[in-house]
């Protein structure tokens, strides 16, 4: 089984430069670590097209869809998370419809909310994402394990005539919680983030009013 | 019974198609509305240069105009006074901290006919009442569809959205009529 940052890797690298990323918390940290590195510390260097769905658990799939509907010769990329992902369950409904065709829906399975500090159980622990998004009528749907095979894979499914379902089973990140330990404040930074990416996105697609 | 004239009060579809043309709204985000049930059916009919896009919930309706938006389109949004309930979380992400500009016609599902052409806060039903009130209080602007004569704040609500970058709700008072 593959860890998040080498899902995650795997997106950053290898998706086109004009394509469109949304994510959801646990993938959003690991895009900035990886995104950070590759830019050796300076955040400036970072790519463009990457927008986060925070706090909103289970926006990123309609973001990604509107988007989608609104550049459909634009590749997007929506990684999501399990527990975000069924809070908006319809939405794959919703995607499937609309069938967008150059969309690729990923979801993290980690069976873990608030992963690593809590890494309470989520709902799910027995659904096939996979299954739930060809019966809701995606194109195209599979499962995939290993870090090696998702890398192989990535530029081939990015080829799909979709919309296109990726449910990536990634382990569990280690608790960091014990007896003793303190939550730190969440920083301004999370409930401003969105709106300095959509305007970031914006400017860069040329689409802002 | 009430003695209401409904006629009065009722926003003929095609008049509000006309409108949409007129703010050149290309995409209608929707889950259907029993009070819109006249637009919703002319446009799922086919509207040339709009296009439908039914979601399963008014979270999805949000999250997926404003994807529309960041890729330069105009979607006009659609739902009851329940479903804007429904997506509380969502409007206060997108629109008022992540400032999509967004505007929406929500019908007053439930508002007794006897109510119409006086303050909806006087409805005896809490869907209807509380709608106005709890705009106010999360600060988004909200503008009433009480007869076709008022269709013209479509137009302002589309210049408010995007000047004050936030969400604005057309409230749709009364049934529309089919013509």
């Known amino acids: ?26 993938a959003m940290f690991a895009f900035d670590r990886i995104e950070l590195e ?8 970072r790519p463009p097209g990457r927008i986060s769905s925070v706090p909103l658990m289970g926006g990123a799939a309609g973001l990604g869809l509107g988007l989608a509907l609104a550049m459909p010769e634009r590749a997007v990329v929506v ?41 309470l159980v989520t709902v799910q622990p027995k659904l096939s994402f996979a299954g739930m998004a060809k019966e809701a ?31 990536l089973n990634v382990e569990q990140l280690p608790l960091r919680t014990a007896p003793g330990f303190e939550l730190p404040e969440m920083p301004d930074l999370q409930f401003s983030r969105m709106s300095q990416e959509l305007a970031a996105l914006q400017n860069w697609l040329g689409t802002r009013s | 019974m009430s003695s209401v004239n409904l006629q009065e009060f009722s926003i003929p579809a095609s008049a509000c198609l006309e409108a949409m043309a007129r703010n050149r709204v290309d995409h209608v985000v929707t889950v259907p509305d029993w009070v819109q049930l006249a637009l919703h059916q002319k446009i799922e009919a086919g509207v040339p240069g709009v296009r439908l896009v039914p979601c399963c919930s008014e979270n999805q309706v949000i999250t997926v105009a404003a994807g529309l938006t960041l890729g330069g389109k105009r979607p006009l949004l659609m739902m009851q006074n329940q479903g804007l309930y429904n997506c509380m979380n969502t409007l206060r992400a997108v629109c008022l901290d992540a400032q999509v500009p967004l505007v929406f016609m929500v019908g007053q599902f439930g508002r007794e006919y006897s109510n119409l052409g006086k303050p909806s806060t006087d409805s005896r039903r809490t869907m209807v009442r509380i709608l106005e009130p709890l ?16 269709l013209y704040r479509m137009d302002e609500a589309f210049a408010l959205a995007h000047a004050q970058r936030t969400a604005v ?9 089919w013509r």
């Open chain 1, 1 to 26: 089984m593959m860890n998040i940052n080498q899902a995650c890797a795997v997106v950053a690298k290898l998706r086109p430069k004009d394509s469109l990323l949304v994510a959801t918390m646990g």
């Open chain 1, 38 to 45: 590759a830019a050796s510390g300076d955040a400036s260097l």
């Open chain 1, 79 to 119: 990684v999501d998370g399990d527990a975000s992902l069924m809070l908006e369950l319809g939405g794959l409904v919703t995607v499937a419809t609309a069938r967008p065709e150059h969309f690729l829906h990923i979801v993290i399975r980690n069976g873990t909310q608030f992963s690593g500090l809590g890494n």
């Open chain 1, 137 to 167: 009528g995606y194109v195209h749907t599979e499962v995939i394990d290993s870090a090696e095979t998702w890398a192989l894979r990535f530029p081939q499914i990015l080829n799909n005539s979709g919309p296109t379902f990726v449910e």
């Open chain 2, 135 to 150: 705009l106010k209080v999360i600060n988004v602007p909200f503008l009433s569809l009480d007869s076709e004569k008022n």
């Open chain 2, 169 to 177: 709700v057309l409230v749709v008072s009364a049934p529309m009529a």
